[in-house]
């Protein structure tokens, strides 16, 4: 019996000689593991393995979503450089819940990575995002200001500090950080549908309408960009420019239901554009 015994445990200590054999062996037994999956995505992480980790983080967020692989994939793609991606999982990871355990403790690591790294500029957004998350939009704002500092190009991390500003009713600042943005970068669509809706905000609808006018130079498939610009148009009396521009957001996004809205208005309510029997389409589709 002992040597039987002594066979089987060298058969199985091969599975326990670290974490990603463990984990493996674990998979290989059971189905729908996603602590498994999770753990061997970290264990590959650790190795400095971070490409071959993000398919098993990915597996165990299909199988139940929830903060530990959105936060790991997260880490996984600021590790491989891809910024977009790695900011895309931080906000997703704590706006699971922004005041729990896991969420302080990806804090806690954050703010460490942000000390070890003073000149990284993304570790200080994601501490933003993390104030955002729980509702502090001005510590947000500060953080995104530091990232704009660190990396003085970056027209997107002045985008970002401009929503936190607008979302703490700071709007002043706000629309100078988004002029900052678009003096940057004239072709960032996001900047300049912003700015063009803080200063409509504001009352500068002059102001406001070539802002507008570029972003969808940039980005014309936008159908937010695109209700806006057309709300705009209704505002300065362009009725029937504002009519075309809610069909066209229609034509991109069909269930685009404030623009069906919008739609029924302008037809019920423009002598110039009235037809009360396409309002009411629109009206009822709006609704259903």
């Not at 903060?67 to 994939?73: C, E, I, M, T, Y």
């Not at 570790?123 to 200001?145: C, D, P, S, V």
């Not at 629309?175 to 549908?193: D, I, M, S």
Request: with cysteine; aromatic share 6%.
């Amino acid at each position: 019996m002992l040597v039987l015994c002594a066979g089987v445990t060298h058969q199985q200590l091969q599975f326990w000689e670290n974490g990603i054999t463990v984990f493996t062996r674990a998979i290989s037994v059971t189905t729908g593991n996603r602590t498994a999956l999770n753990n061997l995505g970290v264990a590959l992480q650790a190795r400095g393995r971070s490409k071959e980790a993000i398919p098993h983080f990915e597996e165990a967020l299909r199988i139940h979503y929830e903060q530990r692989p959105l936060l790991n994939l997260a880490w996984a793609h600021t590790y491989l450089g891809h910024e977009a991606l790695a900011l895309a999982y931080m906000t997703r990871a704590f706006a699971v819940d922004p005041d729990g355990r896991v969420s302080r403790e990806a804090y806690a690591m954050v703010l460490q990575h942000a000390q070890e790294f003073p000149t990284a500029p993304l570790h200080r957004k994601f501490l933003g995002i993390a104030q955002a998350a729980r509702g502090n939009y001005g510590e947000a704002a500060e953080h995104l200001g530091e990232a704009a500092r660190l990396a003085p190009h970056d027209s997107n991390a002045r985008v970002d500090q401009a929503a936190y500003l607008a979302m703490a009713g700071r709007d002043p600042q706000a629309t100078q950080v988004l002029r900052e943005a678009v003096a940057l970068a004239p072709t960032n669509a996001l900047a300049q549908a912003n700015l063009g809706g803080l200063l409509a905000k504001q009352g500068l609808l002059a102001e406001a309408l070539p802002h507008y006018q570029l972003a969808l130079a940039s980005d014309p498939q936008n159908p937010n960009t695109r209700h806006n610009h057309a709300l705009l148009l209704a505002r300065f009396g362009r009725g029937a420019e504002a009519k075309r521009e809610f069909e066209q957001v229609l034509q991109l996004q069909s269930r685009h239901w404030p623009a069906r809205q919008q739609l029924a208005w302008l037809l019920a309510t423009r002598a110039d554009l009235r037809d009360g029997e396409a309002a009411l389409r629109y009206a009822h589709s709006a609704i259903e």
